[in-house]
Nanobody
Framework: QVQLVESGGGLVQAGGSLRLSCTASGRTVRTYGTGWFRQVPGKERQFVAAISWSGGATYYAYSVEGRFTISRDNAKNTVHLQMNSLNSEDTAVYYC??????????????????WGQGTQVTVSS
């Protein structure tokens, strides 16, 4: 069983930056990719960014492209999400997730098998 823990969330002002981390613990499982998603009350969980197991491929939602950067450190079982130029629309609970099957779109929440508990990001405006 794998446990994912997000950290680094908090309150920032618009234009500020925040760095989120997702660390896996427990039994090590093979991952084909790791994704970051976010959710606000009343809305469906939406894709933010994803990274392949090797870190060689990254994907971003249009809304965060150019502002967010996803990276991986497999030696530490950790994936980071650097968030810059934050605005109020970035306010959400951010979740990381692991994809243990090679099939399926990296953008689809349904193909991810393990999820963290989420970390709150609040951007004041």
């Amino acid at each position: 069983q794998v446990q994912l823990v997000e950290s680094g969330g908090g309150l920032v002002q618009a234009g500020g930056s925040l760095r989120l981390s997702c660390t896996a613990s427990g039994r090590t499982v093979r991952t084909y990719g790791t994704g970051w998603f976010r959710q606000v009350p009343g809305k469906e969980r939406q894709f933010v960014a994803a990274i392949s197991w090797s870190g060689g491929a990254t994907y971003y939602a249009y809304s965060v492209e150019g502002r967010f950067t996803i990276s991986r450190d497999n030696a530490k079982n950790t994936v980071h999400l650097q968030m810059n130029s934050l605005n109020s629309e970035d306010t959400a609970v951010y979740y990381c997730a692991e994809k243990t099957l090679s099939s399926g779109s990296d953008y689809d929440v349904r193909v991810y098998d393990y999820w963290g508990q989420g970390t709150q990001v609040t951007v004041s405006s």
